[in-house]
């Protein structure tokens, strides 16, 4: 997983509820980035990381939030403003930029609206 | 926009066949292509990373092909084992960082 740990595995959240999920890395990328899944579609972009104290918005970043206070650190924030939140989060990391650098995911979060 | 799209959506050989999987690019300004794995309910697993400047990378039974100018990308696998069943996604860097991805190809091997 190159380092990358994501937490909780499963998450339930109820109407009109903000819950934020956790990512975190021990190699030092400088970049970080939190993609959404859903059934057999690809991954979309919500936000991304280049660097401490500085994030930028994806492809789908209505209704989410992020902050990148540690570089070991890029936690999600889902808030009630998010229409459809029910998917699969997965969190990444690797090097800022250039041919080389290759992305890393972690296992995962799974979100449920009950 | 880039626009990235596999074929099959999804692929059932026997075991021990050797397979190919199809991405195409829209956009050819690319800065690399990286073919992942996901297992069910799993995150990614990176299987091999194409500099632009490349024409292709092996890592095993692997095998994963760029070209660029017809924004193409193959992945080849020899002797497919059960084990590989999974779904393979490729996805593209334009700036060098922000990824962007197919729908991925289902694989079955079957025993």
Redesign the interface.
């Known amino acids: 997983?190159?380092g990358?740990t994501?937490s909780p595995k499963y998450l339930f959240r109820k109407e009109g509820q903000n819950v934020t999920l956790s990512c975190e890395q021990n190699l030092n990328h400088d970049?970080m980035?939190w993609?959404r899944q859903d059934p057999?579609?690809?991954?979309?972009?919500i936000y991304?990381s280049?660097i401490v104290n500085d994030f930028q918005k994806?492809d789908i970043a209505e209704g989410y939030s992020v902050s990148r206070e540690k570089k070991e650190s890029f936690p999600l924030t889902v808030t009630s403003a998010q229409k459809n939140p029910t998917a699969?989060y997965?969190c990444?990391g690797?090097p800022?930029?250039?041919?080389?650098?290759?992305?890393?995911?972690?296992?995962?979060t799974?979100l449920t609206v009950l | 926009k880039q626009e990235v799209t596999q074929i099959p959506a999804a692929l059932s050989v026997p075991e021990g066949e050797n397979l190919v999987l199809n991405c195409s690019f829209t956009d050819s300004a690319i800065y690399n292509l990286q073919w992942f794995r996901q297992d069910p309910g799993k995150g990614l697993t990176s299987l091999l990373l194409i500099q632009s400047s490349q024409r292709e990378q092996t890592s095993g039974r692997l095998n994963a092909s760029l070209d660029k100018s017809s924004g193409r990308s193959t992945l080849y696998i020899a002797a497919s084992q059960p084990g590989d069943s999974a779904t393979y996604l490729c996805a593209v860097s334009r700036s060098g960082s922000r990824l962007t991805f197919g729908e991925g190809t289902q694989l079955t091997v079957n025993p």
């Open positions: 997983d190159g990358i994501q970049a980035y993609y057999g579609q690809g991954l979309r972009l991304y280049q994806g699969f997965l990444a690797g800022q930029g250039g041919e080389a650098s290759e992305q890393f995911f972690g296992p995962g799974r």
